[in-house]
């Protein structure tokens, strides 16, 4: 874990659709919670709670999903997210491509 506390606790908690890996003890520094979906098509959801330094925006959310190609091998694809409205769009993809990339 890049900040905080390096020994926060965590749970798994299952749910109807898969279950979530979260943490029991720490809330707003690094990412609070991982989502794994078992139904239909795999994909996980991860949401990282960013400081107001990393431009417009709340939480930036990754949401990746698994292809598969043949027997042997798997596709895995990725999308960010993160929810802002008109200029603060230009800004957070400018922040995003100029700074934040190269930590994901």
């Known amino acids: 874990m890049f900040d905080g506390d390096t020994t926060a606790k965590f749970r798994i908690r299952e749910t109807d659709r898969g279950y979530f890996f979260e943490k029991t003890d720490q809330r707003g520094v690094n990412f609070d919670w991982v989502e794994l979906s078992r139904k239909g098509?795999?994909?996980v959801d991860l949401s990282i709670p960013y400081p107001p330094s990393a431009g417009p925006g709340g939480p930036f959310g990754i949401v990746?999903?698994?292809?598969?190609?043949?027997?042997?091998?798997t596709g895995v694809f990725f999308w960010r997210y993160r929810k802002f409205e008109d200029w603060q769009r230009d800004s957070w993809r400018f922040l995003y491509k100029t700074l934040i990339e190269k930590r994901h």
């Open 41 to 43: 098509a795999a994909w």
């Open 64 to 73: 990746g999903m698994v292809c598969p190609v043949d027997a042997h091998n």
